[in-house]
């Protein structure tokens, strides 16, 4: 394939001509994965070049901006195009994504085998946690609403968010997102409107498999809390502290399995970590109307799962699968706000919860016995 035509952009020629390294510090993806995205973008989801501008060209804007938060007067600069022309073809290519999401945010077809391929957690866990087949949590991104309608999207941080709820696989893929409730709403609603709305496509595990979810949403049939308690920790973070071996150690049944859950809970936090950190639009969201900012966030979830189904050797996902991965984006964006009380629902199922609650109990006492 040959890069170069007449009426590409400079900019543009230069990164497909250089090395990765360019490339990825603009687009934060790497050149294979570019061109494979750009040619699935024209070829199955309506993105067209025009007179003036190639598709490489309409890709790499929207690209820049979403990588760097950039403004539209600093892509001005750098591709030579009035404002007016990059936010049409912004909208364009974010169009495009958006149908693309469609078929790229979705579990596998056979979800409910099973974790497949990449484990939740260090082998030695896997026994455990076996009908395990991913994890599920709430996160916010900041949000940029017209004075007067900021009020419901002001949450505990006292700025505007998007609260989005999502599902990961163990490949760090997003299988499921509902994005754009307002910062102030409580994850367990969220959780349960998703329970309860068919046209959501909610992907709901069968029989025995279940998501790990954290305490603050509840423990039912397919969604496996770790154990709540003053006395009992819960994050790997707690596990940590102490000065001897002995008092950093798991105590007791429940801690042991609190430790073994947020290790392999620990999927979804590294996968909002690599999104979150290659998208600096997501800290600091421009001043599009709102549906736009929620389209955006589809956009940069439906490119992270492409990045990952497409490419092996991506720098920031290679760095995730370190087991002593910290993400580095700000922490309390990747909190939500939780109630822990029980529903209609809930209490509707109380005894299947209660066997819920059982299984679990017999999961904490093998691990204890082990």
């Given at each position: 394939?040959?890069?170069?035509?007449?009426?590409?952009?400079?900019?543009?020629?230069?990164?497909?001509?250089?090395?990765?390294?360019?490339?990825?510090?603009?687009?934060?993806?790497?050149?294979?994965?570019?061109?494979?995205?750009?040619?699935?973008?024209?070829?199955?989801?309506?993105?067209?070049?025009?007179?003036?501008?190639?598709?490489?060209?309409?890709?790499?804007m929207f690209l820049m901006?979403?990588?760097?938060?950039?403004?539209?007067?600093?892509?001005?600069?750098?591709?030579?195009?009035?404002?007016?022309?990059?936010?049409?073809?912004?909208?364009?290519?974010?169009?495009?994504?958006?149908?693309?999401?469609?078929?790229?945010?979705?579990?596998?077809?056979?979800?409910?085998?099973?974790?497949?391929?990449?484990?939740?957690?260090?082998?030695?866990?896997?026994?455990?946690?076996?009908?395990?087949?991913?994890?599920?949590?709430?996160?916010?991104?900041?949000?940029?609403?017209?004075?007067?309608?900021?009020?419901?999207?002001?949450?505990?941080?006292?700025?505007?968010?998007?609260?989005?709820?999502?599902?990961?696989?163990?490949?760090?893929?997003?299988?499921?997102?509902?994005?754009?409730?307002?910062?102030?709403?409580?994850?367990?609603?969220?959780?349960?409107?998703?329970?309860?709305?068919?046209?959501?496509?909610?992907?709901?595990?069968?029989?025995?498999?279940?998501?790990?979810?954290?305490?603050?949403?509840?423990?039912?049939?397919?969604?496996?809390?770790?154990?709540?308690?003053?006395?009992?920790?819960?994050?790997l973070a707690n596990f940590?502290?102490?000065?001897?071996?002995?008092?950093?150690?798991?105590?007791?049944?429940?801690?042991?399995?609190?430790?073994?859950?947020?290790?392999?809970?620990?999927?979804?936090?590294r996968t909002f970590g690599?999104?979150?950190?290659?998208?600096?639009?997501?800290?600091?969201?421009?001043?599009?109307?709102?549906?736009?900012?929620?389209?955006?966030?589809?956009?940069?979830?439906?490119?992270?799962?492409?990045?990952?189904?497409?490419?092996?050797?991506?720098?920031?996902?290679?760095?995730?699968?370190?087991?002593?991965?910290?993400?580095?984006?700000?922490?309390?964006?990747?909190?939500?706000?939780?109630?822990?009380?029980?529903?209609?629902?809930?209490?509707?199922?109380?005894?299947?919860?209660?066997?819920?609650?059982?299984?679990?109990?017999?999961?904490?006492?093998?691990?204890?016995?082990?």
């Amino acid at each position: 394939m040959s890069y170069i035509e007449t009426n590409w952009n400079i900019f543009i020629q230069e990164i497909l001509h250089e090395n990765e390294t360019r490339c990825y510090e603009n687009f934060r993806l790497r050149k294979s994965v570019f061109l494979y995205l750009s040619k699935d973008l024209t070829d199955k989801y309506g993105l067209k070049p025009t007179r003036g501008m190639s598709v490489y060209e309409e890709l790499g804007m929207f690209l820049m901006i979403c990588a760097h938060g950039a403004g539209n007067r600093l892509v001005q600069e750098i591709f030579q195009h009035s404002g007016e022309t990059i936010h049409r073809h912004f909208h364009s290519v974010l169009k495009a994504i958006g149908k693309l999401a469609r078929d790229i945010i979705q579990p596998h077809s056979s979800y409910n085998d099973g974790a497949g391929d990449h484990k939740p957690c260090n082998q030695r866990y896997l026994p455990f946690f076996k009908d395990c087949i991913g994890a599920l949590d709430g996160t916010h991104v900041k949000a940029r609403l017209p004075q007067g309608q900021e009020i419901p999207y002001i949450g505990r941080k006292g700025y505007p968010t998007q609260n989005i709820l999502a599902v990961v696989d163990f490949n760090m893929c997003f299988t499921f997102a509902w994005f754009g409730w307002e910062g102030a709403a409580h994850d367990n609603r969220i959780f349960g409107e998703a329970l309860r709305s068919p046209e959501l496509n909610f992907s709901h595990p069968s029989g025995d498999k279940y998501y790990l979810v954290d305490a603050g949403y509840s423990h039912i049939k397919g969604y496996m809390t770790s154990y709540k308690g003053d006395n009992v920790r819960y994050h790997l973070a707690n596990f940590r502290r102490g000065a001897t071996r002995q008092l950093r150690a798991p105590n007791g049944h429940k801690e042991m399995f609190n430790y073994l859950h947020s290790s392999c809970r620990n999927i979804v936090e590294r996968t909002f970590g690599v999104w979150k950190a290659r998208w600096s639009i997501l800290r600091d969201m421009p001043f599009y109307h709102i549906d736009t900012q929620r389209d955006i966030v589809l956009a940069t979830m439906t490119i992270h799962n492409y990045i990952r189904k497409k490419c092996k050797m991506d720098n920031a996902f290679q760095e995730a699968e370190n087991e002593r991965y910290v993400p580095r984006v700000d922490p309390d964006i990747g909190r939500s706000t939780r109630v822990n009380v029980a529903d209609e629902e809930n209490i509707e199922n109380q005894g299947d919860n209660n066997i819920w609650m059982a299984i679990r109990d017999l999961i904490a006492q093998d691990i204890y016995d082990s």
